[in-house]
């Protein structure tokens, strides 16, 4: 089983940056990934980014290529996304969850165990 807790949404200007954080504890193998969704108000939830423990190979959706940045520190068993040039389009609540194999498509994959999710709201 897998406990995670998101960490670091708020309320930031377009343009800003922000780093959220996803904070895992319980199996961490190396078959476990770990991936970064949003859902903005009135819309479903999309997939953003997904990286492996253990090689730390990352995917991204396409729509999320350029701005965001997902990375991790194995010693902290956390998870980051790193967003910049926030738009109000970027307004939404970001998930982290975890997974465990090796899917064909990390947007598709089963994700097990979710976090609460963290607000990000940008103003214009």
């Known amino acids: 089983q897998v406990h995670v807790v998101e960490s670091g949404g708020g309320l930031v200007q377009a343009g800003g940056s922000l780093r959220l954080s996803c904070a895992a504890s319980?199996?961490?193998?190396?078959?476990?990934?770990m991936g970064w969704f949003r859902q903005a108000p009135g819309k479903e939830r999309e997939f953003v980014a997904a990286i492996r423990w253990s090689g730390g190979n990352t995917y991204y959706a396409d729509s999320m290529k350029g701005r965001f940045t997902i990375s991790s520190d194995n010693a902290k068993n956390t998870v980051y996304l790193q967003v910049n040039s926030l738009k109000p389009e970027d307004t939404a609540v970001y998930f982290c969850a975890a997974g465990s194999g090796y899917p064909r498509n990390y947007a598709y994959a089963p994700y097990d165990y979710w976090g609460q999710g963290t607000q990000v709201t940008v103003s214009s």
């Open positions: 319980g199996r961490t193998f190396s078959d476990v990934f």
